[in-house]
């Protein structure tokens, strides 16, 4: 099993920035890829941003330019940066990783953090 735990949510005026960080843990050998995926009220879940062991990076096109993902391989964890917040940003952000465990890939998501962008 993995666990994935987001923190770094909160409310941030337009145009402000925020970092999240997702911690992983538990039995696995390796983690690839990470991202980040928002829900937004009444939309579907859409993917933000992933990061692969390769540390190349894919967006989604709305936040290019605005947002840096990025991982740290030793603690487990990985990283939004969140700059220029716009309110369509808005929503609740979660945390995605595929884990090997035992020669098998298993998809893990965390329990989701709040973003409100608002004045």
């Known amino acids: 099993q993995v666990q994935l735990v987001e923190s770094g949510g909160g409310l941030v005026q337009p145009g402000g920035s925020l970092r999240l960080s997702c911690a992983a843990s538990?039995?696995?050998?390796?983690?690839?890829?990470m991202g980040w995926y928002r829900q937004a009220p009444g939309k579907e879940r859409e993917l933000v941003a992933l990061?692969?062991?390769?540390?190349?990076?894919t967006y989604t096109d709305s936040v290019k330019s605005r947002f840096t993902i990025s991982r740290d391989n030793a603690k487990n964890r990985v990283y939004l940066q969140m700059n220029s917040l716009k309110p369509e940003d808005t929503a609740v952000y979660y945390c995605?990783?595929?884990?090997?465990?035992?020669?098998?890939?298993?998809?893990?998501w965390g329990q989701g953090t709040q973003v409100t962008v608002s004045s």
């Open positions: 995605n990783a595929v884990a090997v465990i035992g020669g098998f890939e298993y998809k893990y």
């Open positions: 538990g039995s696995f050998s390796s983690l690839n890829p």
């Open positions: 990061i692969r062991s390769a540390d190349t990076t």
